[in-house]
Nanobody, 127 residues
Framework: QVQLVESGGGSVQAGDSLKLSCAAS????????MGWFRQTPGKERESVAAISRSGGTTAYADSVKGRFTISRDNAKNTVYLQMNSLKPEDTAVYYC????????????????????WGQGTQVTVSS
């Protein structure tokens, strides 16, 4: 059974940093590319970042480019999201997601590509 468990969320001030983790189990982690998404009440879920199976390819939404870094540790079955220079508009519930990747460098920022999701972790940034 696929399970994704996010952690590391919290309440911080603008300009601070947070590192989210997503622990995966129940599937062969290095066969899946991973993504981070976020959602605020009343808005659609939006992409944040994605990473290929090997970690060699990453992609970011324009809103977080240069501030956030996605990484993964296949030995620990964990994907991370390092968030620096946080802004109030980064406030959201952050979700990690997994998608079967048939090519080593495959990735996607489209939520429809992902079929397994975590429960989310709240990030609140105050000005």
């Amino acid at each position: 059974q696929v399970q994704l468990v996010e952690s590391g969320g919290g309440s911080v001030q603008a300009g601070d940093s947070l590192k989210l983790s997503c622990a995966a189990s129940g599937f062969t982690f290095n066969n899946y590319y991973m993504g981070w998404f976020r959602q605020t009440p009343g808005k659609e879920r939006e992409s944040v970042a994605a990473i290929s199976r090997s970690g060699g390819t990453t992609a970011y939404a324009d809103s977080v480019k240069g501030r956030f870094t996605i990484s993964r540790d296949n030995a620990k079955n964990t994907v991370y999201l390092q968030m620096n220079s946080l802004k109030p508009e980064d406030t959201a519930v952050y979700y990690c997601a997994a998608a079967r990747g048939y090519y080593t460098d495959a990735y996607s920022l489209r939520s429809a590509r992902y079929d397994s999701w975590g429960q989310g972790t709240q990030v609140t940034v105050s000005s």
